[in-house]
Antibody
Protein backbone atom coordinates (compact mmCIF):
# COMPACT_ATOMS: atom_id res chain seq x y z
CA UNK A 1 0.00 0.00 0.00
CA UNK A 2 1.35 3.38 -1.00
CA UNK A 3 1.72 5.72 1.97
CA UNK A 4 3.05 9.25 2.29
CA UNK A 5 3.43 10.73 5.75
CA UNK A 6 4.32 14.38 6.25
CA UNK A 7 5.84 15.81 9.41
CA UNK A 8 7.62 18.92 10.63
CA UNK A 9 4.81 21.43 10.63
CA UNK A 10 4.13 23.78 13.51
CA UNK A 11 3.95 27.37 14.68
CA UNK A 12 6.78 29.66 13.57
CA UNK A 13 7.31 33.40 13.74
CA UNK A 14 7.48 35.52 10.59
CA UNK A 15 10.99 35.35 9.16
CA UNK A 16 11.59 31.96 10.70
CA UNK A 17 12.37 28.59 9.17
CA UNK A 18 10.90 25.10 9.13
CA UNK A 19 11.83 21.84 7.44
CA UNK A 20 9.04 19.55 6.32
CA UNK A 21 9.57 15.85 5.70
CA UNK A 22 7.55 13.33 3.73
CA UNK A 23 8.30 9.66 4.34
CA UNK A 24 7.22 7.30 1.56
CA UNK A 25 6.48 3.59 1.68
CA UNK A 26 4.80 0.94 -0.42
CA UNK A 27 6.50 1.86 -3.70
CA UNK A 28 9.97 2.37 -5.19
CA UNK A 29 10.44 5.99 -4.15
CA UNK A 30 13.54 6.57 -6.28
CA UNK A 31 11.62 6.00 -9.51
CA UNK A 32 9.00 8.71 -8.99
CA UNK A 33 8.98 12.48 -9.24
CA UNK A 34 7.56 14.14 -6.15
CA UNK A 35 5.83 17.39 -5.32
CA UNK A 36 4.80 19.67 -2.49
CA UNK A 37 1.45 21.44 -2.44
CA UNK A 38 -0.26 23.66 0.08
CA UNK A 39 -3.76 24.71 1.00
CA UNK A 40 -4.35 27.83 3.05
CA UNK A 41 -7.26 27.68 5.52
CA UNK A 42 -10.53 27.67 3.59
CA UNK A 43 -8.74 28.09 0.27
CA UNK A 44 -7.87 25.98 -2.76
CA UNK A 45 -4.88 23.86 -3.65
CA UNK A 46 -1.62 25.47 -4.72
CA UNK A 47 1.35 23.67 -6.25
CA UNK A 48 4.57 24.62 -4.43
CA UNK A 49 7.49 22.62 -5.80
CA UNK A 50 8.52 19.65 -7.96
CA UNK A 51 11.57 17.42 -7.93
CA UNK A 52 12.28 14.83 -10.60
CA UNK A 53 13.87 11.43 -10.33
CA UNK A 54 17.54 11.83 -9.40
CA UNK A 55 16.84 15.50 -8.60
CA UNK A 56 17.78 16.49 -12.15
CA UNK A 57 14.88 18.96 -12.51
CA UNK A 58 13.51 21.17 -9.77
CA UNK A 59 10.77 23.77 -10.09
CA UNK A 60 9.19 26.24 -7.67
CA UNK A 61 6.09 28.38 -7.65
CA UNK A 62 6.92 32.07 -7.96
CA UNK A 63 5.41 32.63 -4.50
CA UNK A 64 8.15 30.56 -2.83
CA UNK A 65 11.08 30.88 -5.21
CA UNK A 66 14.26 31.90 -3.41
CA UNK A 67 12.83 31.02 0.01
CA UNK A 68 11.96 27.31 -0.21
CA UNK A 69 14.20 24.41 -1.20
CA UNK A 70 12.98 20.96 -2.18
CA UNK A 71 15.22 17.91 -1.86
CA UNK A 72 15.01 14.14 -1.63
CA UNK A 73 16.96 11.30 -0.05
CA UNK A 74 16.21 8.11 -1.96
CA UNK A 75 18.13 6.01 0.55
CA UNK A 76 15.70 7.17 3.23
CA UNK A 77 12.62 7.18 0.97
CA UNK A 78 12.09 10.76 1.99
CA UNK A 79 11.18 14.11 0.47
CA UNK A 80 11.94 17.42 2.15
CA UNK A 81 10.94 21.07 1.95
CA UNK A 82 13.20 23.60 3.64
CA UNK A 83 11.20 26.77 4.20
CA UNK A 84 13.05 29.98 5.07
CA UNK A 85 11.96 33.61 5.49
CA UNK A 86 8.45 32.46 6.27
CA UNK A 87 5.57 34.89 5.90
CA UNK A 88 2.03 34.95 7.24
CA UNK A 89 0.76 34.04 3.76
CA UNK A 90 2.72 30.78 3.91
CA UNK A 91 0.27 29.56 6.56
CA UNK A 92 -1.31 26.41 5.13
CA UNK A 93 -1.57 22.66 5.26
CA UNK A 94 1.34 21.29 3.23
CA UNK A 95 0.89 18.05 1.30
CA UNK A 96 3.41 15.88 -0.50
CA UNK A 97 2.23 13.90 -3.51
CA UNK A 98 3.61 11.39 -5.96
CA UNK A 99 3.73 12.15 -9.69
CA UNK A 100 3.28 9.05 -11.88
CA UNK A 101 3.52 11.13 -15.04
CA UNK A 102 1.24 13.32 -17.13
CA UNK A 103 1.63 16.15 -14.59
CA UNK A 104 -0.88 14.42 -12.33
CA UNK A 105 -0.61 13.38 -8.70
CA UNK A 106 -1.94 9.99 -7.69
CA UNK A 107 -1.11 9.58 -4.00
CA UNK A 108 -1.15 12.34 -1.39
CA UNK A 109 -0.11 12.48 2.23
CA UNK A 110 -2.49 13.60 4.97
CA UNK A 111 -0.80 16.98 5.25
CA UNK A 112 1.04 18.92 7.95
CA UNK A 113 -0.07 22.34 9.18
CA UNK A 114 2.34 25.27 9.09
CA UNK A 115 1.26 28.39 10.94
CA UNK A 116 3.30 31.58 10.56
CA UNK A 117 2.35 34.04 13.26
CA UNK A 118 3.87 36.19 15.95
CA UNK B 1 -6.88 34.39 -7.50
CA UNK B 2 -6.54 30.95 -9.10
CA UNK B 3 -5.14 30.52 -12.59
CA UNK B 4 -8.04 28.29 -13.67
CA UNK B 5 -11.64 29.34 -13.20
CA UNK B 6 -14.19 26.99 -11.66
CA UNK B 7 -17.71 27.77 -10.44
CA UNK B 8 -17.70 28.02 -6.63
CA UNK B 9 -20.61 25.64 -6.31
CA UNK B 10 -22.65 23.04 -8.16
CA UNK B 11 -25.52 20.84 -7.09
CA UNK B 12 -27.79 18.05 -8.18
CA UNK B 13 -30.23 15.50 -6.82
CA UNK B 14 -29.35 11.85 -6.35
CA UNK B 15 -29.31 10.04 -9.68
CA UNK B 16 -28.90 13.21 -11.70
CA UNK B 17 -25.81 14.35 -13.60
CA UNK B 18 -23.80 17.47 -12.91
CA UNK B 19 -20.96 19.05 -14.88
CA UNK B 20 -18.22 21.22 -13.41
CA UNK B 21 -16.26 23.48 -15.74
CA UNK B 22 -12.63 24.54 -15.55
CA UNK B 23 -11.62 27.43 -17.78
CA UNK B 24 -8.04 28.37 -18.52
CA UNK B 25 -6.11 29.70 -21.48
CA UNK B 26 -4.16 28.43 -24.45
CA UNK B 27 -1.09 28.40 -22.17
CA UNK B 28 -2.53 25.75 -19.90
CA UNK B 29 -5.84 23.89 -20.45
CA UNK B 30 -6.02 24.67 -24.15
CA UNK B 31 -2.37 23.98 -24.86
CA UNK B 32 -1.92 20.54 -23.35
CA UNK B 33 -3.94 17.38 -22.74
CA UNK B 34 -2.72 17.29 -19.14
CA UNK B 35 -5.85 18.23 -17.21
CA UNK B 36 -6.48 16.36 -13.97
CA UNK B 37 -9.31 16.39 -11.44
CA UNK B 38 -9.20 15.79 -7.69
CA UNK B 39 -11.91 15.16 -5.11
CA UNK B 40 -11.40 16.43 -1.58
CA UNK B 41 -13.48 15.91 1.52
CA UNK B 42 -13.16 18.50 4.32
CA UNK B 43 -9.98 17.98 6.31
CA UNK B 44 -8.78 15.19 4.06
CA UNK B 45 -6.17 14.78 1.35
CA UNK B 46 -7.17 15.18 -2.30
CA UNK B 47 -8.06 12.03 -4.22
CA UNK B 48 -6.94 11.48 -7.81
CA UNK B 49 -10.02 11.16 -10.08
CA UNK B 50 -9.13 11.99 -13.70
CA UNK B 51 -5.90 12.47 -15.63
CA UNK B 52 -4.99 13.41 -19.20
CA UNK B 53 -8.40 15.08 -19.58
CA UNK B 54 -10.54 11.94 -19.60
CA UNK B 55 -8.68 8.94 -18.21
CA UNK B 56 -9.78 7.34 -14.95
CA UNK B 57 -7.32 5.76 -12.53
CA UNK B 58 -8.21 2.26 -11.41
CA UNK B 59 -10.82 2.26 -8.68
CA UNK B 60 -12.55 5.48 -9.75
CA UNK B 61 -16.19 4.78 -10.67
CA UNK B 62 -17.12 5.23 -14.32
CA UNK B 63 -19.76 7.71 -13.14
CA UNK B 64 -16.91 10.22 -13.26
CA UNK B 65 -15.85 11.40 -16.71
CA UNK B 66 -13.75 14.21 -18.10
CA UNK B 67 -13.63 16.13 -21.34
CA UNK B 68 -12.13 19.26 -22.89
CA UNK B 69 -13.08 21.75 -25.55
CA UNK B 70 -10.69 24.56 -26.34
CA UNK B 71 -9.62 26.27 -23.14
CA UNK B 72 -12.34 24.68 -20.99
CA UNK B 73 -12.21 21.27 -19.35
CA UNK B 74 -15.18 19.63 -17.69
CA UNK B 75 -15.85 16.97 -15.08
CA UNK B 76 -19.20 15.20 -15.28
CA UNK B 77 -20.56 13.16 -12.41
CA UNK B 78 -23.43 10.93 -13.51
CA UNK B 79 -25.85 9.10 -11.26
CA UNK B 80 -25.08 11.40 -8.34
CA UNK B 81 -24.68 9.72 -4.97
CA UNK B 82 -24.57 11.25 -1.51
CA UNK B 83 -20.89 10.30 -1.20
CA UNK B 84 -20.05 12.50 -4.18
CA UNK B 85 -20.63 15.59 -2.06
CA UNK B 86 -17.14 17.10 -1.83
CA UNK B 87 -14.88 19.78 -3.25
CA UNK B 88 -13.51 19.21 -6.74
CA UNK B 89 -10.35 20.79 -8.14
CA UNK B 90 -9.04 20.84 -11.67
CA UNK B 91 -5.39 21.22 -12.54
CA UNK B 92 -3.43 21.64 -15.75
CA UNK B 93 0.16 21.59 -16.88
CA UNK B 94 1.12 25.17 -17.72
CA UNK B 95 4.61 24.89 -19.17
CA UNK B 96 7.99 24.76 -17.49
CA UNK B 97 7.64 28.25 -15.95
CA UNK B 98 4.37 27.75 -14.09
CA UNK B 99 4.45 23.94 -14.11
CA UNK B 100 1.00 23.10 -12.71
CA UNK B 101 -1.91 25.43 -11.99
CA UNK B 102 -5.16 24.73 -10.17
CA UNK B 103 -8.70 25.95 -10.24
CA UNK B 104 -10.21 27.51 -7.15
CA UNK B 105 -12.37 24.48 -6.48
CA UNK B 106 -16.07 23.68 -6.78
CA UNK B 107 -18.19 22.56 -3.86
CA UNK B 108 -20.56 19.87 -5.10
CA UNK B 109 -23.74 19.48 -3.08
CA UNK B 110 -26.02 16.49 -3.44
CA UNK B 111 -29.49 17.78 -2.65
Amino acid sequence: EVQLVESGGGLVQPGGSLRLSCEASGFTFSTYSMNWFRQAPGKGLEWVSYISVSSTRIYYADSVKGRFTISRDDAKNSLYLQMNSLRAEDTAVYFCARCPGSYSFDYWGQGTLVTVSS
Amino acid sequence: QSALTQPPSASGSPGQSVTISCTGTSSDVGGYNYVSWYQQYPGKAPKFMIYEVSKRPSGVPDRFSGSKSGNTASLTVSGLQAEDEADYYCSSYAGSNNFVVFGGGTKLTVL
